[in-house]
């Protein structure tokens, strides 16, 4: 068993949860784009399914370990 030995300071989680709505925007854009156009398709499925699995994580790591800033 592995323990992750992360702190994040009130800035840091505020920088980190930016970070996870960007990414989730862009996971957002991507799918639309790719549902609109057909020869992106599998592109932009990719790029946003890559893009929402990334914020998942950051979010996770941001609010397990990082302090809520006020």
Do not use: D, E, M
């Given at each position: 068993m592995?323990?992750?030995a992360l702190t994040f300071k009130a800035h840091?989680?505020?920088r980190l949860e930016e970070i996870v709505g960007a990414l989730a925007?862009?996971?957002g854009a991507a799918f639309?784009?790719?549902g609109i156009t057909p020869m992106g398709r599998r592109v932009g499925l990719t790029f946003g399914g890559i893009a929402l699995a990334a914020s998942g994580v950051v979010f996770?790591?941001?609010i397990r370990y990082g302090v809520r800033p006020r």
């Open positions: 592995f323990t992750l840091q989680t505020a925007a862009i996971a639309f784009v790719g996770v790591l941001a």
